[in-house]
Nanobody
Framework: QLVESGGGLVQAGGSLTLSCVGS????????MGWFRQAPGKERDFVAAIRRSAGSTYYADSVKGRFTISRDNAKNTVDLQMNSLKREDTAVYYCAAAPGVGNIVREYGYIYWGQGTQVTVSS
């Protein structure tokens, strides 16, 4: 089970940190990712981190502004979001992927959270 938290309303230029806690599985066995879905659009990749936190990946649209990190001892993965823009408004989902395959595509993920809303106002 994955549960996200930390979403909310923030002004453009502001910051938010999303957190996702996992339970029921060995958290460190999974690569973790964040995806987002804006109204009327498909769900898009945002960021991902390998099991050992050795490698991270970002969508071009968030590179330099967002940072993904994980704490395997606490079963958590965070997404620090800075310099937020209105186009970052979306429901953000945490997801878990087994193995060492492609983690920048949805098909690599088998567990998903329910999502948390992030709204960026101008």
């Amino acid at each position: 089970q994955l549960v996200e938290s930390g979403g909310g309303l923030v002004q453009a230029g502001g910051s938010l940190t999303l957190s996702c806690v996992g339970s029921g599985r060995t958290f460190s066995n999974y690569a973790m990712g964040w995806f987002r879905q804006a109204p009327g659009k498909e769900r898009d990749f945002v960021a991902a981190i390998r099991r050992s936190a050795g490698s991270t990946y970002y969508a071009d649209s968030v590179k330099g502004r967002f940072t993904i990190s994980r704490d395997n001892a606490k079963n958590t993965v965070d997404l620090q979001m800075n310099s937020l823009k209105r186009e970052d408004t979306a429901v953000y989902y945490c997801a878990a992927a087994p193995g060492v395959g492609n983690i920048v595509r949805e098909y690599g993920y088998i567990y998903w959270g329910q999502g948390t809303q992030v709204t960026v106002s101008s």
